[in-house]
T-cell receptor
Framework: AQSVTQLGSHVSVSEGALVLLRCNYS??????LFWYVQYPNQGLQLLLK??????LVKGINGFEAEFKKSETSFHLTKPSAHMSDAAEYFC????????????FGTGTLLAVQP | DGGITQSPKYLFRKEGQNVTLSCEQN?????MYWYRQDPGQGLRLIYY???????QKGDIAEGYSVSREKKESFPLTVTSAQKNPTAFYLC??????????????FGDGTRLSIL
């Protein structure tokens, strides 16, 4: 069975500050991990994905995430927040295999203060 | 441009009425998915289809039905048996499974409300 836990349903940062959104996973098989972003009343857009090629994954819009097997974590970071980063962020896990099903976390709403 | 189109953007349902949400993709993806999104609960899988004329129940299939007669289309019907249908519904698609995990691509959603 697989699951994802996102710590902190709401995170607020100042513009220019570090963004850190936390994601811990549980998986009985080597996981594939994803971060998605959702703007209000829109669908989800893929930020980045981990598929075992490299533990530090760079995504779009300056975001990156590091896979740490020992900590079962896949935290999302961005060195300097921009107002346009305000959105909801979802971490998801998949075991790949026959169905490619994704298990999503409950999301973290990021607010960026001027 | 390739993508996923969901329609309508907003939909209203009367008590006891079935409604159908449309999802069309031109990405040539084999797999398609329907999710329900409620505040604070993330996305929950309703149904998914890996190939034409085949689909499987997800975690919350009760009160919903789907069909997959064409590769491009995966409509979702919310039946009167679904007692709490008010939610944001998202359709997604991906390349076929079994080749490592493929990212899912999402439409812009349909917001369903009860009158």
């Amino acid at each position: 069975a697989q699951s994802v836990t996102q710590l902190g349903s709401h995170v607020s940062v100042s513009e220019g500050a570090l963004v850190l959104l936390r994601c811990n996973y549980s998986s009985s098989v080597p996981p594939y991990l994803f971060w998605y972003v959702q703007y209000p009343n829109q669908g989800l857009q893929l930020l980045l994905k981990y598929t075992s090629a490299a533990t530090l994954v760079k995504g779009i819009n300056g975001f990156e995430a590091e896979f740490k097997k020992s900590e079962t974590s896949f935290h999302l970071t961005k060195p300097s927040a921009h107002m346009s980063d305000a959105a909801e962020y979802f971490c998801a896990v998949s075991g790949g295999g026959a169905t490619n099903k994704l298990i999503f976390g409950t999301g973290t709403l990021l607010a960026v203060q001027p | 441009d390739g993508g996923i189109t969901q329609s309508p953007k907003y939909l209203f349902r009367k008590e006891g009425q079935n409604v159908t949400l449309s999802c069309e993709q031109n990405l040539n993806h084999d797999a398609m998915y329907w999710y329900r999104q409620d505040p604070g609960q993330g996305l929950r899988l309703i149904y998914y289809s890996q190939i034409v004329n085949d689909f499987q129940k997800g975690d919350i299939a009760e009160g919903y039905s789907v069909s997959r007669e064409k590769k491009e289309s995966f409509p979702l019907t919310v039946t009167s048996a679904q007692k709490n249908p008010t939610a944001f519904y998202l359709c997604a698609s991906s390349l076929g499974a079994g080749v490592g995990a493929q990212p899912q691509h999402f439409g812009d959603g349909t917001r369903l409300s009860i009158l």
